[in-house]
């Protein structure tokens, strides 16, 4: 088959999760804000082929190469020059007007959506099984509660809308590092509240959860 006839193959969602991770790290290393991740994101889980993938990434270190379709074999092949990404489908929790708790040992996968609106929403990642080094969260607890505890020394890029009589609060570092989970956490507190820390063994949040 000509390559051009291997680039109109049609690709499976392994392969765009693949992909989709090579954005979030881009991301995670400032190569792309927020806004073009989400947009590029978007292309990629519409994407329907090789060809489609290719000038999502072009521009891209990882995707440097180009995506290209695998070559003939009896046997499936990922596209070139992507490395492994999370499988499995965004975590979705609704709260409206009532309380969401995760904690303990829980899977996050590499985003997690939190409607909290008029309710409250506590994740606690400390001990949860944590499946790539960048996990994005979207959070919206307009007229809600939201607290966000994080491994000890992991860092968060927090990037809330609460202009409108909204709390936010950070208490993590924002620069990412290589030996440490990342979090991009993204949303709204419009007339609501939302904390993101760690929680140190014996200090006086200790009282407070």
Known sequence: MAPEDMSRMRISDAERDQVAEILREAAGEGRLDLAEVDERLNAVYGAKTYADLEPIVADLPAGAGGLSAPAPTTGAIAPQNVPAGPAGQPLKLKAKGDSVVRKGDWTVPYRVEV???????KLD????RITTPVVEVWVETSWGSADIILPEGATAEVDVDA????????DVDSIRRSDVTHFVITGASQGG???VRHKRSGSWTDFLT
């Open 115 to 121: 409607d909290a609106r008029f309710g409250s929403t």
């Open 125 to 128: 990642f400390r001990e949860a």
């Open 163 to 170: 202009s409108w009589f909204g709390s936010l609060r950070s």
């Open 193 to 195: 509240s939302l904390r």
